[in-house]
């Protein structure tokens, strides 16, 4: 690739160009014609990272595709980013510029080659000694302590082991700080994407979204308080706990169910116990984690007192004052390896057999795009495997071996798969309509009697659908189910997607901004153990979405939601001229009690002799 774009200086024509000097001051704008790029690094919270080059030097550069007016989002973006351009400390990442396009925006930053602490902790093939991940926690610290001393204080608002990269020297950085406008920006036109319509008012509710990621996230955050300082502490209280147990926090429950669970008290280690390696300073270590995450927001210590004690941590285990020079680094070099899961002859796509075009959406797992293969029009889903722990990918082939085998009419089928590092591509028949969620914000309202017609086509092909997953051996769950997989072709006929991604979307949420619960069962939130039950809750959602053409509690923040369901009293009010049939099938659906709940084996033949209330 010999620039930014693949046509070139053409690209930045008058007629094209956005005006950036205008818009951000001189010390952070980049001209996107002097960034020689290189190879994809993965993907982020805000979109594809890349290696590049810039005036010969080696850069990170984080390209941020944007719906709607630019030049309004980099205006308000610009103080942001004329204070991170200033910003100079050994353990901050260098942010150099921002380049400015009609389509998307570029970050241009300092480039650490050795990945995330993340990544790190969580690569079963490298032992990274105690001295050096220690080093790494002080590293971060020393960071953290660096922007909440600034005038202003800079607040992260998404700390987590994935922002904290490690440069060629095994040296920690602070990354992604101080891009709250950016990040808000970025979700508001997310959720919106290919779904406002001026016509109808109906947009969806982008209020319902958290800034952070969710396992990190503080409790008074998810309560809708404003974020501090301390918010940053309770983040890093969470990171030590993935260094003491290499395990993503959460990982046994859904992470739906970590915003109620966390305002509720419960922290990582209710959830794994730990087994701490012998001698005081790992003891001490779990101490400051809990400190650091305590309910009490003036209990948690400052990131100054934090680097003092781990610095008292690491003289403790290396029994040395100067345990710089008792750091001991891997006997190998980390290779940035493909976890992808390895080509099976009975799912392998060859790329060269794949053509991608546009991008036609976003999920919690990658970029969805629009293509052909051999000619036949396809979803190509684009999943980034880096940092995913290989005992994920090792169950998604076996999800990918079970998908391959599910043929009905209401479920989207799938082709296969092909690795292409550090991506792997998931290819699905493409559906002429899209998503329900998007048809439903897009048009505008039908007339009564076709409206119904069509919430009760909608629920009784899930219905079908869901029945053939449940029944299958092995039983496959889909766990989440919503509007936005349920897809609809040139007939209108209903099909779901996005089963058997489970351990990807898990992965996903995790990493990425912290969504909106309305469709998952009050026991997935909770915590609690689940089963097909969940998917008969969130079938119920759906239909109630189709029978009022829009989404549930339009008044409420994501916490209130969340709270109302987990609690069990907050439930949908069932539109006006539902069919009584109906309206009681959906109260069933969304019963407190699971076990309560009908299978979609009885709900399948209960909704076809419902058929002739709809005029089917």
């Known amino acids: ?201 109906n947009t969806p509710n982008v209020s319902r979204v958290f800034i952070g990621s969710s396992v990190w996230i503080a409790p008074e955050v998810f309560k809708g308080e404003e974020h501090t300082e301390k918010t940053d502490v309770y983040s890093f209280g969470v990171i030590i706990f993935e260094a003491l147990s290499s395990s993503v926090p959460y990982n046994s429950i859904s992470v739906d169910a970590v915003p109620f669970v966390v305002q509720a008290g419960k922290r990582p280690i209710d959830f794994h116990a730990l087994e701490l390696p012998e001698g005081d300073a790992m003891q001490d270590l779990y101490t400051l984690m809990t400190r650091c995450w305590s309910a009490e927001i003036y209990a948690r210590p400052s990131f100054s007192v934090i680097i003092s004690t781990l610095q008292s941590i690491l003289t403790k285990h290396c029994g040395d004052e100067k345990w710089e020079d008792h750091i001991i680094y891997p006997d190998r070099k980390i290779v940035s390896a493909s976890n992808a899961p390895a080509d099976d002859d009975g799912l392998s796509i060859r790329e060269e057999d794949l053509v991608i075009d546009s991008a036609i959406g976003r999920g919690v797992f990658g970029v969805v795009y629009k293509g052909s293969y051999f000619g036949t029009p396809v979803a190509i889903k684009k999943l980034h495997v880096s940092g995913v722990p290989k005992n994920t990918l090792v169950e998604f082939e076996k999800e990918c071996s079970i998908m391959k085998g599910l043929h009905h009419p209401n479920i989207v089928l799938f082709m296969g798969s092909c690795s292409k590092p550090p991506t792997l591509l998931l290819v699905t028949e493409l559906l002429a309509n899209g998503s329900f969620f998007d048809i439903y914000h897009k048009m505008p309202r039908p007339e009564p009697a076709r409206q119904l017609r069509l919430a009760y086509s909608i629920a009784f092909d899930m219905a079908k659908g869901l029945a053939y997953l449940h029944n299958h051996n092995p039983i496959v769950i889909h766990r989440d189910l919503k509007s936005q997989n349920i897809l609809l072709d040139d007939r209108m006929r209903t099909k779901i997607a996005d089963f058997g991604l489970s351990k990807f979307r898990d992965v996903g949420k995790t990493m990425s901004i912290c969504g909106s619960p309305l469709w998952v069962a009050p026991e997935v939130l909770r915590g609690e153990k689940y089963g097909t039950p969940c998917d008969v809750y969130s079938f119920s959602i759906i239909v109630w979405e189709a029978l009022a053409w829009g989404e549930p509690y339009p008044d409420l923040g994501s916490s209130d939601i969340m709270n109302g369901v987990a609690g069990g009293n907050l439930r949908p009010t069932v539109p006006d001229g539902t069919p009584t049939a109906l309206a009681r099938l959906l109260e069933e659906c969304w019963t407190k009690k699971q076990d309560q709940r009908p299978t979609f084996n009885e709900l399948v033949p209960r909704l076809e002799a419902m058929g002739k209330d709809f005029g089917v």
């Open 1 to 201: 690739m010999t620039g930014w774009f693949s046509g070139g200086a053409a690209d930045q024509s008058p007629d094209n160009r956005s005006d950036a000097g205008g818009i951000l001051s001189a010390n952070c704008h980049i001209d996107p014609k002097d960034v020689l790029v290189k190879e994809e690094l993965g993907e982020g919270t805000f979109g594809c990272v890349y290696a590049a080059t810039w005036k010969e030097t080696r850069v990170a550069v984080k390209k941020i595709t944007l719906q709607g007016d630019t030049k309004s989002i980099v205006t308000s973006f610009g103080s942001e980013a004329s204070v991170m351009a200033q910003l100079r400390h050994p353990n901050v990442v260098m942010f150099m510029g921002v380049m400015v396009h009609p389509e998307f925006v570029g970050l241009v930053m300092e480039l650490c080659p050795k990945g995330s602490v993340y990544s790190v902790i969580h690569n079963n093939d490298v032992k990274i000694d105690w001295s050096l991940l220690l080093r790494m926690m002080v590293d971060s610290s020393r960071g953290m302590h660096f922007l909440h001393s600034s005038k202003p204080p800079i607040l992260h608002r998404d700390l987590k082991s994935v922002n904290l990269l490690i440069d060629a020297d095994w040296r920690c950085k602070v990354s992604d700080f101080g891009l709250s406008k950016l990040k808000a920006f970025r979700e508001d036109r997310n959720d919106a994407s290919m779904n406002a319509n001026t016509n109808t008012g």
